[in-house]
């Protein structure tokens, strides 16, 4: 009767241990082991790498360092090398070869590369101001506002005239605005022309001094002279009706090598084209 009871207990105890602590998960059939090898070789690999860069590095320095100040060659009777070997020990002056211990990378040797990526940010930087000035010398914009104005016509090389009914070629854009509008330089310049000129009235020729030229024809009142320099954005001139027109509005025109050719391609989308209301 006790050895009943305590197989009892002993069968009890099992079971609470086995709900306790789970079933023994099952090991995968060679699975670990393959994929311990996997993430040994790939470190190893890893390693490889590491290393073949560090060298790849250090010997790149070390052929910087023989070109740019040279090994000397030791006497032979020299016995602390280059430290202590005078010019009798050498027998002639130091004369290092200029293409001693040069690597080539891509090509060139390692020096050469050296001095490009050294040279390359004062060359970017001294070029900054050339590249703003050239940039400032595109007529890109509007030389007047159309909050209260609309484009009137089109650059084209077929168009009647509406005063004299003829046909001719329209060699700028007409943008309708009221008469007084600020017109202002598309881009830095020089005026080359300000006056009146038959059918454009009064016009200001704008050089831009890289084979560009803007005009600004009909004006009502001319701001600049000949000679001056202006800026993108500085008013020089007012808009008006001068000269063959039927009403107020700038003729802006732009001409490269004195070619005239289309000013929307240096002016922004979605110009309106149509009278707003109230004008």
């Not at 490889?48 to 090994?71: D, F, P």
């Not at 970017?124 to 595109?138: A, F, K, N, T, Y």
């Not at 330089?185 to 009146?196: D, K, L, M, N, W």
Request: proline content about 9%.
């Amino acid at each position: 009767m006790a050895e009943r009871s305590e197989l009892r207990m002993r069968l009890e105890l099992s079971d609470a241990h086995l709900m306790r602590v789970g079933p023994r998960p099952a090991a995968p059939a060679g699975g670990g082991r393959r994929w311990r090898s996997l993430v040994l070789r790939a470190r190893r690999r890893k390693w490889w790498a590491v290393g073949a860069l560090s060298a790849v590095i250090a010997v790149e320095l070390v052929a910087l360092l023989v070109a740019a100040g040279g090994v000397p060659v030791v006497a032979p009777g020299s016995r602390m090398g280059p430290l202590d070997a005078s010019a009798e020990e050498l027998g002639a002056p130091l004369v290092i070869e200029p293409n001693a211990g040069r690597l080539r990378l891509f090509g060139e040797p390692v020096p050469t590369v050296a001095r490009w990526v050294h040279e390359l940010p004062s060359v970017v930087v001294s070029g900054v101001p050339e590249l703003l000035d050239w940039h400032e010398r595109i007529p890109w914009g509007l030389p007047v506002s159309l909050e209260r104005g609309w484009v009137s016509s089109e650059f084209s090389m077929r168009r009647v005239h509406p005063v004299t009914g003829e046909p001719r070629p329209h060699y700028g854009i007409d943008l309708a605005v009221d008469e007084g509008t600020p017109i202002r330089a598309t881009a830095r310049g020089v005026v080359t022309f300000a006056g009146r000129k038959g059918g454009y009235g009064l016009i200001v020729f704008v050089d831009h001094e890289n084979g560009v030229v803007t005009r600004y024809a009909h004006c009502s009142k001319l701001l600049v002279r000949v000679g001056e320099q202006v800026v993108r954005g500085e008013k020089i001139a007012l808009a008006g009706k001068t000269g063959v027109v039927t009403g107020e509005h700038l003729h802006y025109e732009v001409r490269v090598n004195g070619t005239p050719v289309n000013p929307r391609a240096y002016l922004p989308d979605g110009l309106p084209d149509k009278r707003p209301p109230g004008m």
